[in-house]
């Protein structure tokens, strides 16, 4: 059994060090609506996407937010969203097409996606087309 010890030690050692342990998973940030707000408010630079239907954006949309439906999300290139670097701010009605959307925009190598629900729960401004 004794010789056994240094054997197990080897493999255990030799296992942690091939391990997986540097992969990183590429995700997505999700906030509060008060935590957005506030980032709004402090940060310059970023995108608000309204990720819901073109009607439902017309009738009304947070201020300076750009509409690219979540439907038309695929494996093409964003034109709208051409900085894969960007704050890219994320939300729809209440707040499941923004959580696919973010998904998505991750997977076609998007680095900085900050998903807050649904304009069902803002308190802020909102304006129409």
Partial sequence: MKKMIPILLSMLIFTACTGN?????ATYRQITMDEAATMMEQKTGYIILDVRRPDEFAAGHIPNAIN???ESISTNEITELPDKDQLIMVYCRSGRRSKEASE????????????????LDWKGEIVTD
Avoid: A, M
């Fill in 104 to 119: 998505k925009l991750v997977k076609l190598g998007y680095t900085n996606i900050v998903e807050f629900g649904g304009i």
């Fill in 21 to 25: 342990g540097n992969h990183h998973i």
């Fill in 68 to 70: 690219v439906p979540n």
